[in-house]
C-alpha cells in the first residue's frame, strides 16, 4: 500500500504542477487539453506495445463500459475546468473544481460500503476549510456566472471521473490508464471539431512545454493515477486529492512568484493535516 500511496501523491504532484507548465504555452484552453490528452494518449500506446501487454478489455466488457464514462467524464471535466479557469481565475475555478471530492465522499458509503468514520470526517472538514482559506478572497470577488458553472460541472465530471475508474476494476494498471485517456482525448477531439476545426498553430517556442505537459505530467501522470486509485478506498482518493491544488499553490509561488497570503499558509497546513489525521485515524481502526 505504501507504493501505491507513493504513486498516487506522485500523480497530484505531477497534475498540481500543470499550470505551471501551461503558463508557457501561447494556444487557448481546449487546444492544450486536446495536445495533452493526444501526447499523453500516444505515450502510453508506446510504453504498451514496448512492454508487450495485451488488452484484457474484451474479458471485462462491462469494466470497460465503466472506463468510457469515466474517460469521458475526464475530458468532460479538463475542458469545464480549463473554461473555468478562463473565466473566473484559477483560484475560484480550483475551489469549484475540487467540491469534487466531497461529492465522491458523499457517495462512496452506497456506491463502494465504505464507512464515514468520526476521525475520517473530522479531517474531511479540516480540508474543506483549508480550501476555503486558500481561495477567501477569490471567492468574495467573484459572483455566479457561466465561469463558476463550469467549475462547478468540472466537480461532478471529477466525481463521475474517480466513481466509475473505481468500478472498472477489472481493468488496471496501464490498460486503465491507456483506455481512460484516449476515451478523453476522442472526447475532447470531437468537442475541439465541433468548436474551432482541426487547425491548431503551435509557436515554437510552445513545443517543448507541450511535449513535456503530455508525456511527463498527463502520460506518466496519468498512469501512476489510474494504476493507484482502484486500490485506495474513494475517501482516501477523496481526502489526499487536495494535496494537488495545494501543490499548484506551492509551485505558483516558487515558479510564478506569487505571494502566499498568512491566511494562505494556514489552509494549506489545513489541508495537509486534515488529510494525514484522516488517513492515520483509518488506519488505527480495526
Avoid at 498540481?16 to 486536446?34: H, K, M, Q, R
Wanted: aromatic share 14%; with cysteine.
Amino acid at each position: 500500500m505504501k507504493t501505491v500511496y507513493f504513486k498516487y501523491i506522485s500523480a497530484l504532484l505531477l497534475f498540481g504542477s500543470n499550470g505551471i507548465v501551461a503558463s508557457y504555452i501561447s494556444l487557448n484552453s481546449y487546444e492544450i487539453v486536446l495536445l495533452r490528452t493526444l501526447i499523453g494518449s500516444a505515450f502510453l500506446v508506446v510504453v504498451f506495445v514496448i512492454s508487450r501487454q495485451k488488452f484484457q478489455s474484451r474479458k471485462h466488457k462491462k469494466d470497460f463500459g465503466y472506463l468510457i464514462v469515466s474517460g469521458v467524464a475526464m475530458g468532460a471535466g479538463w475542458m469545464f475546468l480549463y473554461e473555468a479557469y478562463a473565466r473566473i481565475g484559477v483560484s475560484v475555478a480550483t475551489l469549484a473544481y475540487y467540491c469534487g471530492p466531497v461529492i465522491v465522499m458523499a457517495l462512496a458509503p452506497a456506491l463502494f460500503h465504505e464507512n464515514i468514520t468520526a476521525g475520517k470526517l473530522l479531517g474531511f472538514l479540516a480540508v474543506l476549510a483549508g480550501m476555503f482559506f486558500v481561495n477567501k478572497q477569490a471567492l468574495w470577488q467573484s459572483g455566479f456566472s457561466w465561469g463558476l458553472l463550469c467549475g462547478i460541472l468540472s466537480a461532478v465530471m471529477y466525481a463521475f471521473m474517480v466513481i466509475f475508474n473505481k468500478k472498472a476494476a477489472g481493468i488496471t494498471g496501464l490498460e486503465n490508464s491507456l483506455c481512460q485517456l484516449a476515451v478523453s482525448f476522442l472526447t475532447v477531439g470531437l468537442f475541439t471539431l465541433m468548436k474551432q476545426g482541426v487547425t491548431i498553430s503551435i509557436p515554437p517556442q510552445s513545443i517543448l512545454p507541450i511535449l513535456l505537459l503530455g508525456i511527463v505530467n498527463t502520460g506518466a501522470g496519468c498512469y501512476l493515477y489510474f494504476s493507484s486509485i482502484p486500490r485506495l478506498p474513494a475517501q482516501s482518493v477523496a481526502i489526499w486529492g487536495y494535496l494537488e491544488p495545494v501543490s499548484a499553490l506551492i509551485f505558483s509561488a516558487v515558479w510564478l512568484n506569487e505571494r502566499l497570503t498568512p491566511l494562505q499558509f494556514i489552509g494549506t497546513a489545513f489541508i495537509l493535516g486534515g488529510a494525514a489525521f484522516a488517513e492515520r485515524y483509518r488506519r488505527k481502526r480495526p
